[in-house]
T-cell receptor
């Protein structure tokens, strides 16, 4: 069965530290890849997405993610986090022509000022 | 992006009762979905709300427990029937505005607590 794995469930960083959140999926065909963010008390919103083309995708608020097909990975990165990045981050994958998104369990990021 | 409004935003209900959650979008959408987000767990798709026909349910979810309506392209309801404490969760409405490959947009969710 298709699945999405987020390696880190809880991450605590200090401001200005670099961030990398891992996301791996299990599907050998064409995929659409997403990172969503949920700030405290707010709704889920799209951070960035990959459909095709340049595997390095830039999103909002200085985030980026790199699709590495050979590793089935779509890791999220930010060179310097801020306290306002404290949130829950979800990786999601749409496999092939399936309309359904498969979601990771989420990573809770806390950034200390 | 459009505005997706869910009502109620939260509610506390008694065991055995039913609650209907509404989702209103301010523009027409291609697809509407209902998700459940339980504490410490991933998002789980309950069903796809189909306009003018019966919803398409995912494995583990049935129409008798979660009846869904979608009378037009901008509105849907999810009812949680005969509730038990295990139904305590956040219920999310999400929509796609373009093709199936489009991104999902989410409402703010309805936090349900069943006593």
């Amino acid at each position: 069965a298709q699945s999405v794995s987020q390696h880190n469930h809880h991450v605590i960083l200090s401001e200005a530290a670099s961030l990398e959140l891992g996301c791996n999926y299990s599907y050998g065909g064409t995929v659409n890849l997403f990172w969503y963010v949920q700030y405290p008390g707010q709704h889920l919103q799209l951070l960035l997405k990959y459909f095709s083309g340049d595997p390095l995708v830039k999103g909002i608020k200085g985030f980026e993610a790199e699709f590495i097909k050979s590793k089935f990975s779509f890791n999220l990165r930010k060179p310097s986090v801020q306290w306002s990045d404290t949130a829950e981050y979800f990786c999601a994958v749409r496999a092939g022509n399936n309309r359904k998104l498969i979601w990771g369990l989420g990573t809770s990021l806390a950034v200390n000022p | 992006s459009a505005v997706i409004s869910q009502k109620p935003s939260r509610d506390i209900c008694q065991r055995g009762t039913s609650l209907t959650i509404q989702c209103q979008v301010d523009s027409q959408v291609t697809m509407m979905f209902w998700y459940r987000q339980q504490p410490g767990q991933s998002l789980t798709l309950i069903a796809t709300a189909n306009q003018g026909s019966e919803a398409t349910y995912e494995s583990g979810f049935v129409i008798d427990k979660f009846p869904i309506s979608r009378p037009n392209l901008t509105f849907s309801t999810l009812t949680v029937s005969n509730m038990s404490p295990e139904d305590s969760s956040i219920y999310l409405c999400s929509v796609v505005f373009s093709s199936m490959a489009g991104e999902l947009f989410f409402g703010e969710g309805s936090r349900l607590t069943v006593l």
